[in-house]
């Protein structure tokens, strides 16, 4: 499995953009499909998108769709979410996740490795 470790959260005002990274170790990272989930607190982790193994396929969830994009560099096994038009109900703890095998890149569990999270906090 890979390790998976994202960065690039913070603070930002209503209306501003973030970009976080994610970037795996110690495995084969173009085999895997990757996503973003994100949970806020007192709520349940949610889909946020994700990024066939390719990069040829995308998915979002309808609350970021158009504010937010997804991209993956293989050679640099990193992924990315380029967060834009920055509200502050996509405040929350953002997750970095791999799926070797799945279905529905949606579903949590058809993935197979975490990150630890980093916070993201769009103040009004």
């Known amino acids: 499995q890979v390790q998976l470790v994202e960065s690039g959260g913070g603070l930002v005002q209503t209306g501003g953009s973030l970009r976080l990274s994610c970037t795996a170790s110690?495995?084969?990272?173009?085999?895997?499909?990757m996503g973003w989930f994100r949970q806020a607190a007192g709520k349940d982790r949610e889909f946020v998108a994700a990024?066939?193994?390719?990069?040829?396929?995308?998915y979002f969830a309808d609350s970021v769709k158009g504010r937010f994009t997804i991209s993956r560099d293989n050679a640099e096994n990193s992924v990315y979410l380029q967060m834009n038009s920055l509200k502050p109900e996509d405040t929350a703890v953002y997750y970095c996740?791999?799926?070797?095998?799945?279905?529905?890149?949606?579903?949590?569990?058809?993935?197979?490795?975490w990150g630890q999270g980093t916070q993201v906090t769009v103040s009004s």
């Open positions: 110690g495995g084969t990272f173009s085999s895997y499909a």
């Open positions: 996740a791999a799926a070797y095998t799945s279905w529905d890149l949606r579903e949590e569990d058809e993935y197979d490795s």
């Open positions: 990024i066939s193994w390719s990069g040829a396929s995308t």
